[in-house]
């Protein structure tokens, strides 16, 4: 890492991210840019020399575009306007999403983790590597972290902890948090090698009988060689991949090795298919996200973008806690609007995993058939093509079109060109085509009032006379008439936040059920509270029915739901109607 570990000495902070990963670094971040002090705590010297993950998708650009840094990651990346679904041969076009970056653009972790660092030196957010943490006690004030250093044990105290460790998070296990799950039952390999003959295409998905391949070039003449290998897949071994195992598998499945060269360093290793998620997100003043909170086998590239995702919902509802504007419930809503899209990620890649792993005559027909209908249904391509982006999130809300993503809309008469040009500075924005306004006193810290007319044709925006959108680029309200916004509902009193007491000072989380104990054991100590009305929290007990209402209200990212031709629009369920913020 660029920056060299510093000598520990006992500190306090607003949040302490543990993991400096891409999803802590990005986490820390958001947390600076909205008002709070953040630090990073990183186990390792340096990162790791090799990247697991390549792939970031629409919605993770959307993201960096909302902070403005976007071209940091478009001047290195290389942009492909497909993707794959269970590395089937008919690959899903991308070109038509409604976005500005309708592609998939790949650029190894590491390089991604380099530029989020640099982000970071820039906030002047402390990221502290060689701190290890061991252990954590929290009580109605905050969290006290043991943490081993380069100068030896000391301990760091913060209002609140984010887990940002991994599979294997500390904080996790620390926190009492179940990750219940699956283990392995099969691991494919793959590496990162030179090709004497590689494919044309930046990219290639080849499914045989035999199992399924996936390439993808990194540049410098490397390329990224996957291989589910239904002959080896099975027989789980802990060794270290050789390059004759990668070579072999590839002449197994396409009956070439690409003229593959044996390079000293070139990075090898095995996947598995373990698939966990986090009971709870939250537990009392520790919060989890990234692989701490969900793990499973990379099908698609999902992951990191995940994770990233999962940083952007957390970081302005845990800045409003703890500045002490937030709304009652605001911050249990990270976990009711989260876990969701985890277990939809999740989902997606188990199903994926059932076309591509099964090694039977009945798996082999399965395949065939779902690529052939790939083929020729432009409507299913286009589906899962819009899962894959991120852009179908939405989050359960109480209206048709309160929970969608904003896209970024041309714009005319406003201090910047578009509207994520807007949400740089991290704020709520209230976007009005009426009169012209001035935030109310005590809201400024928090929100931007802009008055602009949408300059693009899009008839599904143009009955919409004012929309506020929250940080993270989603939708908490919109009205075609010019009816005050729910300013209070949203962002709390207007009286100065120093005068107001922390909602949840006493440590309540996302898993505890409106006035009743949760029934998790996952959740420990469960705080009993009365929800607000504008935000009911979802019982522990209906985690699975909340999780699957939620994935039902992922739909087109339009404002208004529209069904397919020929089908009803499904009713919002009742817990859909609970959980009155919007998926992100």
Request: proline share 7%; hydrophobic share 40%; glycine share 10%.
């Amino acid at each position: 890492m660029s920056r060299a570990a510093r000598p520990a000495s006992s500190g306090r902070y607003d949040v302490a991210v543990v993991g400096g990963g891409p999803v802590g670094m990005w986490l820390a971040a958001e947390l600076h840019r909205g008002g709070v002090r953040p630090v990073v705590l990183e186990r390792h010297a340096k990162r790791p020399a090799h990247s697991k993950a390549l792939t970031i998708y629409p919605r993770t650009m959307e993201q960096f575009a909302m902070r403005g840094i976007a071209d940091r990651w478009l001047a290195e990346g290389t942009p492909v306007p497909s993707t794959h679904f269970a590395i089937l041969r008919n690959r899903l076009d991308m070109s038509f999403l409604d976005t500005r970056y309708p592609y998939t653009l790949f650029l190894p972790q590491r390089r991604t983790e380099e530029l989020l660092e640099e982000h970071l030196a820039e906030l002047g957010v402390p990221y502290l590597t060689e701190h290890a943490v061991t252990g954590l006690r929290q009580d109605e004030t905050g969290v006290d972290l043991d943490v081993d250093s380069p100068s030896g044990p000391t301990s760091f105290r913060a209002a609140y902890v984010t887990g940002c460790d991994g599979a294997r998070s500390v904080i996790r296990a620390a926190a009492g948090i179940d990750f219940a799950g699956t283990p392995d039952t099969w691991r494919t390999i793959m590496g990162d090698v030179e090709l004497a003959s590689p494919p044309q295409a930046p990219a290639l998905t080849l499914n045989q009988p035999g199992g399924s391949l996936y390439m993808v070039a990194l540049g410098g003449g490397q390329y990224r060689l996957a291989t589910i290998d239904h002959a080896t897949m099975y027989s789980l071994s802990d060794g270290p991949v050789t390059f004759g195992e990668l070579r072999a598998s590839a002449l197994r499945i396409a009956e070439t090795d690409f003229g593959m060269r044996e390079t000293a360093g070139a990075w090898l290793s095995r996947v598995g298919n373990a698939t966990r998620q986090a009971a709870c997100y939250r537990a009392g003043r520790v919060l989890l996200a990234g692989d701490a909170a969900h793990v499973h086998y990379p099908a698609g590239g999902q992951g990191l973008n995940l994770g990233l995702q999962d940083a952007t919902n957390l970081a302005w509802k845990l800045a409003a806690e703890i500045r002490g504007w937030a709304s009652r419930g605001l911050l249990d809503t990270y976990h009711a609007e989260r876990h969701a899209v985890g277990l939809d990620v999740i989902d997606s890649s188990l199903a994926q995993c059932g076309l591509f792993a099964n090694a039977s005559r009945e798996g082999i027909a399965l395949r065939d058939q779902f690529n052939a209908i790939l083929g020729t249904d432009p409507a299913l391509c286009r589906e899962l093509a819009t899962r894959l982006s991120g852009l179908a999130i939405r989050y359960p809300a109480p209206d048709q079109i309160a929970g969608q993503r904003v896209p970024d809309l041309d714009l005319r008469g406003a201090p910047a060109a578009t509207i994520f040009g807007l949400l740089h500075p991290a704020k709520f924005l209230l976007l009005t085509q009426g009169t012209l306004m001035d935030a109310p006193a005590g809201y400024r810290d928090r929100l931007d009032i802009v008055t602009a007319e949408l300059t693009a044709d899009r008839p599904e925006w143009a009955s919409v006379r004012s929309l506020l959108i929250r940080p993270d680029g989603y939708l908490a309200w919109a009205a075609d008439t010019d009816d005050a916004p729910p300013l209070t509902a949203w962002l709390g009193s207007a009286l100065s936040h120093m005068q107001q007491e922390s909602t949840t000072a006493s440590g309540q989380h996302a898993c505890a059920a409106p006035a009743t104990r949760s029934a998790s054991p996952a959740c420990p100590d469960p705080v009993i509270s009365s929800a607000p009305n504008h935000m009911t929290k979802a019982s522990s007990t209906a985690t699975a029915a909340a999780a699957t209402a939620g994935r039902r209200a992922h739909g087109t990212p339009l404002p208004r739901r529209q069904a397919p031709a020929g089908q009803a629009v499904t009713p919002t369920s009742p817990i859909d109607a609970q959980i009155m913020c919007p998926h992100g």
